[in-house]
């Protein structure tokens, strides 16, 4: 997988040679095909990244997320750059085949390296959620908003106004903002159960928790 995400990387390289010689977009592609490079060596040699390794499994978990979080931006960026039509829209096709390819891979090798019993992770999650729910018990969905940012309750009210949204819909919404920092918003929005999330990896979107 390696040999595949630098081939990929490479390529992406060329097309963006493509771009505008200044378009920020050039770069911020690049950087996100980068990004994924340490997450499919992390996976291949089965090390975790130095700050998720105390916990094993949670670990794993985190690092699929993040695996999942990292191409969520990629396409994303690649997404905007197509609908720019400076390249034909036969390379970005190719590109986002390749990489659903590789994310494939890479979430199977990581779920494939889960040794804790799924019966444990489902508890320890149940516990987490149950002192989640505790700690905002006494917060009701309105006041809720009162400890969000502005960004954050935009988002919200994107959601309320115009029903469930997947996350490129909020980096096209928000794109003055890193994808990176609008995935840690929902985050925040579904910890507080101001939302929710359905779907996979693919069709992932968010709505409003009822």
């Known amino acids: 997988m390696i040999q595949e995400a630098l081939k990929l990387c490479s ?3 060329r097309v963006t040679e493509l771009f505008p010689k200044e378009e920020p977009l050039r770069f911020k592609l690049r950087e996100a095909s980068l990004n994924i490079i340490p997450l499919v060596i992390f996976a291949e040699n089965q090390i975790l990244s130095p700050e998720i390794k105390d916990d094993n499994n949670g670990a794993k978990h985190s690092s699929l997320r993040e695996s999942v979080k990292q191409f969520d931006v ?3 960026f690649i997404d905007i750059a197509k609908s720019q039509k400076w390249v034909n829209g036969r390379n970005f096709e190719i590109l986002i085949r390749a990489y659903k390819d590789l994310e494939k891979k890479l979430q199977e090798e990581r779920l494939a390296s889960i040794s804790l019993n799924e019966d444990v992770l489902a508890r320890k999650r149940k516990s987490s959620k149950r002192r ?6 006494v917060v009701e969905m309105d006041s809720s908003a009162d400890l969000l940012n502005l960004r954050q309750k935009k988002l919200l009210t994107r959601i309320k106004e115009e029903g469930p949204a997947p996350p490129t819909a909020f980096f096209v919404k ?3 903002v890193h994808p990176r920092t609008i995935l840690r918003d929902i985050e925040k929005l579904e910890e507080m159960r101001l939302i929710k999330r359905r779907g996979g990896t693919r069709n992932r979107e968010y709505y409003i928790a009822g």
């Open 11 to 13: 390529a992406l390289y």
């Open 74 to 76: 990629l396409y994303a």
């Open 132 to 137: 989640l729910q505790e700690s905002f018990s």
């Open 174 to 176: 928000f794109s003055n």
